[in-house]
C-alpha cells in the first residue's frame, strides 16, 4: 500500500508500506531541483559580482585623481596584476563543499569543524600575500615597469589591499559556511 502527499516545493513526497515500517520514496521534478540549484547559485553569482564591481569602481575613480595624465591609474593597474597573481593564496572555495556533506549527513557539529579548519589553514596563508603586499610591491613594479614614478602609489594601494585581507578571508570563509548551512539566502 502506497501513501502520498505534495510538499511545498512540489516534490511528491510517497510512502510505501514494507515490514510494517513506511519507508520514504521521494520522486523529484525537475523544474524544483533546478530552482533549487538556482537559489545555492545566485549567493556565489552576486559575491563574484559585486567583488568585480567593487574593483571596476574603484579603478574609474583613480581615473579622476589626477587632472592631467594617469599616474594613479597606471599605479593601480600594475599593482593589481601584482596582488591578484599572489592572491590566490587566498582562495579557498572548498568549505561549502564539506559543510553541505556534514549538514547533509546530519552532523551539524562538523560543519562547524569544517569551518575552523578552514580557518587554521588560511589565516597563516594569508600571512604570505599579506607580507609580499607590504614589502615586494615597491621591487616587483620595478620589474614590470620602468616608470619609476609608479611605484609609490602602487606600493600604497597594495598596502591597502594588505590591509584588508584578514577581513576578505574571514568574510569568504563565512559566507560559504552559512550559505552550506542554508542561513543566508540573498532578498
Do not use: N
Not at 59 to 83: F, I, M
Amino acid at each position: 500500500m502506497a501513501y502520498g502527499e505534495t510538499g511545498e516545493d512540489g516534490d511528491v513526497q510517497t510512502y510505501t508500506e514494507e515490514d510494517g515500517l513506511l519507508r520514504p520514496k521521494t520522486h523529484v521534478s525537475i523544474p524544483s531541483t533546478t530552482w533549487q540549484l538556482v537559489k545555492l547559485a545566485v549567493p556565489l553569482f552576486l559575491s563574484s559580482v559585486s567583488w568585480v564591481g567593487m574593483k571596476a569602481t574603484d579603478t574609474s575613480l583613480l581615473g579622476h585623481l589626477e587632472e592631467e595624465g594617469t599616474l594613479y591609474l597606471s599605479a593601480v593597474a600594475v599593482a593589481d596584476l601584482w596582488t591578484s597573481s599572489t592572491g590566490v593564496f587566498i582562495q579557498g572555495r572548498v568549505l561549502g563543499t564539506f559543510v553541505g556533506q556534514a549538514v547533509g549527513a546530519g552532523k551539524p557539529d562538523m560543519a562547524g569543524v569544517w569551518l575552523q579548519v578552514s580557518l587554521a589553514c588560511l589565516v597563516p596563508l594569508t600571512v604570505i600575500p599579506l607580507v609580499l603586499w607590504s614589502t615586494l610591491t615597491s621591487s616587483v613594479i620595478s620589474l614590470m615597469t620602468t616608470d619609476t614614478s609608479l611605484l609609490a602609489p602602487g606600493a600604497l594601494y597594495a598596502g591597502v589591499l594588505a590591509s584588508a585581507l584578514p577581513g576578505r578571508v574571514l568574510y569568504s570563509q563565512l559566507s560559504q559556511y552559512l550559505t552550506a548551512r542554508h542561513v543566508m539566502y540573498p532578498t
